[in-house]
Nanobody, 123 residues
Framework: VQLVESGGGLVQAGGPLRLSCAVS????????MGWFRQAPGSQPDVVAW????????SYSDSVKARFAISRDNAKNTVYLQMNNLKPEDTGVYYC?????????????????WGQGTQVTVSS
């Protein structure tokens, strides 16, 4: 299973950014997907999660009402729409896949990870 993120970059505070994660190999429609953020010197923290059928989503409190996770199972792609970005949203964003398809905020439960994409929010 391979995951490739794209869409990161430099944005001013208050602006939007949309991340994409293309997944190949395995059966994407069975995967639960998570987006994680890693700040320098820290462990990755989950920011959003989506169920295999896209019916259920979950967000960390820090991004709730600003970020939206979605997926297109026909395109094997998961997205993270980020609005009203804040400097504290800066970090490397990773998408991760869990073939078990269950809800988890624990990085260790995700066996497949992308290479990450840098998001920098300037104040």
């Amino acid at each position: 299973v391979q995951l490739v993120e794209s869409g990161g970059g430099l944005v001013q505070a208050g602006g939007p950014l949309r991340l994409s994660c293309a997944v190949s190999g395995g059966t994407f429609r069975q995967f639960a997907m998570g987006w994680f953020r890693q700040a320098p010197g820290s462990q990755p923290d989950v920011v959003a999660w989506i169920s295999p059928d896209a019916e259920t989503t979950s967000y960390s409190d820090s991004v709730k009402a600003r970020f939206a996770i979605s997926r297109d199972n026909a395109k094997n792609t998961v997205y993270l729409q980020m609005n009203n970005l804040k400097p504290e949203d800066t970090g490397v964003y990773y998408c991760a896949a869990d073939p078990k398809g269950v809800y988890s905020y624990t990085p260790a439960n995700y066996p497949h990870w992308g290479q990450g994409t840098q998001v920098t929010v300037s104040s």
